[in-house]
């Protein structure tokens, strides 16, 4: 098993920053694939980024390219999503995800996930 637990979520200004982290617990995390979601209100749960187990490896959603960042610490057991130049659609509950394996956008292939924390930019 492992215990994935959000947090950095907050209320922010359309143009402003911040930074989410993710605090893993349990099995080998540093062997985990780790992967960003988001769920808007009314809407379905969308890929955001991703980072192979190494770091090596990093993917993004067409929507954040540019503008977010995933890294990982695995000393640390944790991984970050740096959030730039955030826009009003990006509010959204973010999850944070892992599998054991590669990065996959599909949501259905992640075997767990954290509680998510809140994001809402204003515009």
């Known amino acids: 098993q492992v215990q994935l637990v959000e947090s950095g979520g907050g209320l922010v200004q359309a143009g402003g920053s911040l930074r989410l982290s993710c605090a893993a617990s349990g099995r080998t995390f540093s062997r985990y694939a780790t992967g960003w979601f988001r769920q808007a209100s009314g809407k379905e749960r969308e890929f955001v980024s991703a980072?192979?187990?190494?770091?090596?490896?990093?993917y993004y959603a067409d929507t954040v390219k540019g503008r977010f960042t995933i890294s990982r610490d695995n000393a640390k057991n944790t991984v970050y999503l740096q959030l730039n130049s955030l826009k009003p659609e990006d509010t959204a509950i973010y999850y944070c995800a892992a599998r054991y394996g590669g990065s996959t956008t599909d949501e259905r292939a992640w075997d767990y996930w954290g509680q998510g924390t809140q994001v809402t930019v204003s515009s």
């Open positions: 980072i192979s187990w190494s770091g090596q490896y990093t």
